[in-house]
């Protein structure tokens, strides 16, 4: 894996693991990738270039521009983004409304092969070409070029793209966007990082003129602030060639300035004293807490003694987090979710900080806990033994970057090279990386990793922030007195030393005994093997080392929501918790954890609508562990009262937040219409959850995994007979499965009437966002030529709906056709189109998405539109078939959903068959009026809305912890 040594960007982050402090050591330089070219035009463009076949025949570009949002004037609050979506919106070479459609001619499709992004400090523009044919590369510097030095700035499409930009900056609309910025205006008074939050002000936005357009993109746009990215199959040095050609002749168009900042002064402004901060939102449901501190900035890591700081800084905030979050597993924490991380603003400053998620009643508790943890980290270190488990992880994954490095996908290392070039720090390979790292940890020592964590965090001028649900009745929230009352009282308690840790135990008490291969056979045109075992388990296995030191497997039974009554409504979720902290009547999660530290190998799962899946993915060298961790649980399986506890207080939080959102109401219609108002389909209530019991997920879960029928695929860099090996060895152990794949059948019904199915719902919301859905009931997943029709007709709706929802009536930031075939209950398949929009415009939306898919019903694709979807679905196909996770997502469930190989034999040919009659015919048979859905859910304040518009609030039993 290449690595980036990138600093932590955004200055709110949720675990995530930090950077690295300065110390007096050598000064030699880090090496850089070899494996890559570097080089700069004679105008300043830089660029760097990489050779890489994966996948063949295909090259990723990027442009990236070093400037963003704090280059912003004052009367430029949200130009940089909204100049980055000008971008597509005429140039020298493409006029306006051409360049989207010349991309989807070759192939390309809008979002996904073509986008951008713009932060506070650097606009990257992207392309995913779908060939590397000179040509095809010319073609992509062009347009790279026309970005730098041909824009037109139009201002008619200036002021059509406004209401674009502002139904994005709707699209984000939450209580969390909300308390997020008044935590960094509060964070960072009157400074730029808190003004200039890249989707701007909307008031500048509505009235940016054309001259702050181009007084920034001249300004900026300039050579020496582009670097040219390119990895594919290609050679660099004709690369190199073209890059002259078309980017050579580039110059700056005006005079430069020097690059804004972020405003921060360390120690002077915010303050370098203890502060508080007590924000709530209407809609927020959960309590935040968070403690930052704000240090000096640090150049960009450079040299060897910086990167060795970076990794001893990680290792201590790797343990603090894991001791969080074995409070959390032992059901002694009163938060459920924590962890600490040392982020970084744009160089600028330091923030170490922590933060921690629970119940808005346990706001101090939390706080003291996560406190005293720091505390004790501060006071008393770490041990050996915690040591010794964080550089194994680091070991692990450093060794297996080095084998996995060479299959990197290309957009993988583009968008680790840009990264780097965005922080100024060089990128290192998988080897480099791995020797750096173990020079480090022969002489790192647990004194030295405590050193470094006091340093960052054994300081009282934290700035502590709480952010709550608004109060309600005569509650009131604590105030920052309070706060600072809180934490001052948590510092000064006394800490005792870390506990030391039992030694673990291995996965298994004893190995299976083991099965056997009863039957195989192989599609040799395929390279497929399907065995069955001794028992009954169904095995496909297809090597493949397209992505080197990869295996993914996964264990499918039926079984899921389908079989659920009102009376055990949620059971399946339940079950779920087993997988996802898995835990066993001889090993806690925390053990299992622990031994999973430093493999390779992940095992997680879940019981959905009708399959419970358990899946196992990482190295070949450490497969089996996963093996004997799957055979665990499906043998002895334990939940955990920890585990339960914070599932179920999380589950009422989330139906609370539900009912505060556009979606949660449109799952509620979704479930009331389509799905005729089934229980099993309908979004779990207060009074369903109250009902559960940590032993009815886990009955549940043995019901299911006893002798339920079991198809198991296995796919990637494992050859068949050491697959079978281990699957007959753990699979084959478990008791005789049943020969019943259609065991569910008679379940698969609902009670449903006749359509049309239209729904609207008014709720109160202080978000002015709308969700509108228009579309309707689609195929069956076993009709497998609509299938594969609807999906070439989902594809031209959706360019359609993106030239006309979005670019001409502006009614969206972004939306797109899906079509879902019927997969648990027939008859229940959607091709739909749904995305948030202004409430005065929702019910226009939903009729706009019905008329265009009643259009194509009625007259069908034009030739070019069914060529151009041919083109873009075999660009498609070409690629993902070559990934292991595409064949492991078809063989997966196979026999299961009665597909067959002869499917597969079909692709990706079978699409350049399909007519534009086929099509119109396919589009008609299901677009008709009683299969229509119309839903729109509205937003509407208490306060303003007429009292019969306003549905009820609901009272709900009072929630207490688990």
Not at 452 to 472: A, C, D, G, Q, R
Not at 601 to 606: E, F, I, L, T
Not at 721 to 744: E, I
Not at 824 to 847: E, H, R, S
Request: proline share 6%; charged share 25%.
């Amino acid at each position: 894996m290449e690595r980036t040594l990138l600093i932590r960007r955004c200055f709110v982050v949720f675990l995530a693991m930090g950077c690295r402090l300065p110390v007096v050591a050598s000064a030699e330089p880090l090496p850089r990738d070899p494996n890559n070219t570097y080089g700069q035009l004679d105008n300043g463009v830089r660029y760097i270039v990489r050779r890489n076949q994966n996948p063949p025949g295909r090259v990723t570009l990027y442009l990236h521009v070093r400037t963003g949002a704090l280059n912003e004037r004052d009367q430029q609050n949200g130009l940089a983004h909204f100049l980055e979506h000008m971008a597509f919106n005429g140039s020298k070479h493409y006029p306006p409304g051409t360049l989207v459609p010349h991309l989807n001619k070759l192939g390309m499709q809008f979002g996904a092969d073509t986008n951008a992004h713009t932060n506070q400090h650097e606009t990257v523009y992207k392309l995913n070409m779908p060939d590397n044919k000179p040509e095809t590369i010319a073609d992509a510097l062009t347009i790279f070029a026309d970005y730098a030095g041909g824009l037109l700035l139009n201002a008619e499409e200036i002021e059509k793209e406004r209401k674009v930009i502002l139904e994005e900056s709707r699209a984000r609309k939450s209580a969390q966007e909300r308390l997020q910025k008044q935590w960094r205006r509060l964070m960072f008074p009157d400074m730029k990082v808190s003004r200039h939050d890249v989707i701007g002000d909307e008031a500048q936005i509505a009235a940016f003129p054309k001259a702050e357009f181009e007084d920034y993109w001249n300004t900026w746009y300039r050579p020496e602030n582009l670097t040219l990215i390119v990895v594919g199959d290609i050679e660099p040095a004709d690369i190199e060639k073209a890059a002259k050609k078309h980017l050579g002749e580039l110059a700056p168009r005006g005079p430069a300035r020097k690059p804004g900042t972020t405003g921060i002064e360390p120690g002077k402004n915010p303050p370098d004293k203890p502060r508080a901060f007590v924000l709530s939102d209407p809609e927020q449901v959960m309590a935040q807490v968070q403690l930052v501190c704000v240090l000096p900035g640090r150049k960009p890591m450079t040299t060897f003694a910086d990167y060795r700081f970076n990794e001893i800084e990680n290792m201590g905030t790797w343990i603090v987090s894991r001791r969080l979050r074995e409070m959390i597993n032992a059901g002694t924490a009163k938060f459920r979710g924590a962890g600490v991380s040392v982020g970084s603003v744009l160089h600028e400053a330091i923030t170490p900080r922590a933060l921690a998620m629970g119940e808005p009643a346990d706001w101090n508790a939390m706080l003291d806990q996560v406190i005293v943890e720091i505390n004790r980290a501060c006071e008393h270190g770490f041990t050996k033994g915690e040591l010794e488990l964080a550089q194994k992880e680091l070991l692990a994954n450093a060794r297996r970057a080095v084998q996995t490095e060479k299959t990197l996908s290309a957009s993988a290392l583009v968008n680790r090279f840009s990264s780097a070039v965005g922080m100024d720090e060089p990128i290192l390979s998988a080897a480099q990386n791995l020797e750096l790292l173990e020079r480090i940890l022969k002489d790192v020592s647990a004194d030295e990793v405590h050193a470094v964590f006091s340093e960052n965090y054994k300081t009282k001028n934290y700035t502590y922030s709480l952010m709550m649900p608004e109060p309600k009745g005569g509650e009131a929230l604590p105030s920052e007195k309070d706060v600072l009352a809180a934490a001052a009282a948590a510092w000064s308690r006394k800490v005792e030393p870390p506990t030391k840790s039992a030694d673990n135990e291995q996965l298994l008490a004893k190995l299976p005994a083991g099965g056997d291969v009863a039957e195989k056979r192989v599609d040799a045109e395929l390279e497929i093997t399907t065995a069955t075992l001794s028992n009954g388990v169904i095995v496909h296995h297809r090597f493949m080392d397209y992505k080197k030191d990869s295996v993914l497997v996964s264990l499918t039974m039926p079984g899921g929501s389908i079989e659920e009554t009102d009376e055990n409504r949620g059971a399946s979720e339940v079950a779920s918790i087993i997988l996802n902290r898995p835990a066993t009547s001889r090993l806690s999660s925390t053990q299992i954890i622990d031994l999973l530290t430093g493999k390779n190998v992940s095992v997680r799962g879940g019981v959905g609508s009708d399959t419970l899946t358990l899946s196992i993915t990482g190295s070949p060298a450490d497969l089996e562990t996963g093996f004997q961790l799957a055979y665990a649980l499906l043998t002895d399986a334990k939940l955990e009262q920890a585990a339960y506890d914070n599932w179920y207080m999380s589950r009422l939080r989330q139906i609370e937040q539900m009912e505060k959102t556009p979606q949660g109401h449109m799952m509620k219609l979704m479930a009331r219409t389509v799905y005729g108002g089934d229980v099993r389909f309908t979004p779990l209530s207060v009074e369903q959850v109250e009902k559960m019991k940590p032993e009815t997920g886990l009955k549940w879960f043995q019901r299911i995994v006893a002798t339920r029928p079991m198809e198991v695929a296995v796919v990637g860099e494992i050859q068949a007979d050491a697959a079978l090996a281990l699957c007959a060895k753990y699979l084959g152990a478990l008791p005789q499965r049943s020969a019943g794949f259609d065991c569910l059948d008679k379940l698969r019904k609902i009670e449903r009437g006749r359509g049309p199915y239209k729904a609207d719902a008014v709720f109160e919301s202080v978000t002015p966002k709308a969700t509108a859905l228009g579309g309707f009931l689609g195929c069956d997943d076993a009709n497998v030529a609509d299938r594969r029709k609807l999906q070439l007709v989902s594809r031209i709706l959706s360019d359609r709906m993106v030239k006309r929802i979005r670019e001409e009536e502006q009614l969206v930031y972004s939306i797109g056709c899906s079509s879902q075939a019927a997969q648990v209950i027939p008859g229940t398949g959607l091709i739909i189109a749904m995305a948030p929009t202004d409430p005065q415009n929702g019910a226009k939306l939903a009729d706009t998405i019905i008329e265009m898919m009643r259009a194509f019903a009625k007259d069908g694709p034009t030739a070019e539109e069914l060529a151009t979807a041919k083109k873009q679905t075999a660009t498609r196909l070409e690629t993902t078939m070559k990934e292991p996770s595409w064949w492991h997502n078809q063989l997966g469930e196979m026999v299961y959903r009665k597909h067959g190989l002869d499917e597969l034999r079909e692709l990706p040919g079978v699409f350049e068959t399909f007519t534009a009659k086929d099509l119109q015919a396919a589009a008609a048979k299901y677009m008709t009026d009683e299969r229509m859905i119309r839903i729109v859910v509205t937003p509407e304040s208490l306060k303003d809305a007429p009292a019969d518009k306003v549905a009820p609030a609901k009272k709900k039993p009072a929630a207490t912890a688990g």
